[in-house]
């Protein structure tokens, strides 16, 4: 499946932004989708995902309480509400997906366990 990420700009500290994680296959809807970021000369870290259904997600913690993430299958989408930005929260940001339903959705935050990427989306904060 090929994911296209976008949404991405240039943005002011407390401002809002909505990323779309858009699919090209209908097998999107089995599959949990997470979004990931990679600030310069940092390595990519795990920001949420979201299972199959949409019935668990799990954050980071640095995004708790101000990303939400979500889905709709309907429309073969994804998609990172990020609220309240930080200048912390610059990177590139990239969504994935991976089939299967884990024991532990919590096993999902690594990136190594994801097979399908879309390139990233670019998101800048400033002050």
């Known amino acids: 499946v090929q994911l296209q990420a976008s949404g991405g700009g240039l943005m002011q500290a407390g401002d809002s932004l909505r990323l779309s994680c858009v699919a090209s296959e209908e097998m999107f809807r089995r599959y949990t989708i997470g979004w990931f970021r990679q600030a310069p000369g940092k390595e990519r870290e795990f920001v949420a995902l979201i299972s199959w259904n949409g019935n668990n997600t799990i954050y980071a913690d640095s995004v708790k309480g101000r990303f939400t993430i979500s889905r709709d299958n309907a429309k073969l989408a994804a998609y990172l509400q990020m609220n309240s930005l930080k200048l912390e929260d610059t990177a590139l940001y990239y969504c994935?997906?991976?089939?299967?339903?884990?024991?532990?959705?919590?096993?999902?935050?690594?990136?190594?366990?994801?097979?399908?990427w879309g390139k990233g989306t670019q998101v800048t904060v400033s002050s």
């Open positions: 994935a997906a991976v089939g299967g339903k884990p024991a532990d959705y919590a096993s999902l935050r690594a990136e190594g366990r994801y097979r399908y």
